[in-house]
């Protein structure tokens, strides 16, 4: 409680909203009523959206799911929004798309992350062809070409080592060309080691001169 006072004053005090709340992972054990309490604070802090990730090999039952998260944001003027990860069983673009459909709900979105859709191997044209009304916003960084050997390596590589945008070598505007113009960018760049050398103030500071550089540049023309 503590906390969401501090939260709710700091907001208060600056120009600073809240874009989205993570995460909700869709199990087979999966019961709506236990998040009930983020789902609250989401709405009380005045979140727009809401990450989910579909952790069951079952499909139609990860729709199930889904559906019974979007009702329950719904309710809280949230939408809900589907990242789909290289290492869990909603793995690529295809398998995410078919839970948003399959939910068929007006808050159901699909959430796309540079670095996911990169590593997975998804198709440009395929991600072109969505609706584009399942776009609420991005999450944006850079990383090496190549990717990691490893699923181990991978999952530290998301959570520890992202880059600045323009530092490395994912199609970066491609993905973002791909997608509707005017949704917000949410930058998505995790680095341990950057952070602890330079100290977080520092490190958000560069994050944000890095992305309004790169949007900026060659005619891309940022979002948020």
Known sequence: ARRLRETKRALAN?????????????????????????????????????????????LDRVIEHFGQLCDAAAKRNLTADIEFVTWTETADLTRAAQIVSGARRDNAGLLIDTLHFSRSNCDLQELEKLPRSWFNYAQVCDAPAEPPATRDELIHAARNERLFLGAGGLDVRGILHALPPDIPYSLEIPNAALAKQIGLAEFARVTLRTAQQFLHSRGSSPSA
């Open 14 to 58: 600056s120009s600073v909203e809240v874009l989205d709340v993570e995460l909700i992972r869709l199990t087979p054990t999966f019961d709506i009523h236990q998040f009930d309490a983020l789902l609250d604070v989401s709405a009380e802090i005045g979140a727009r959206h809401l990450i989910a990730q579909g952790s069951d090999s079952q």
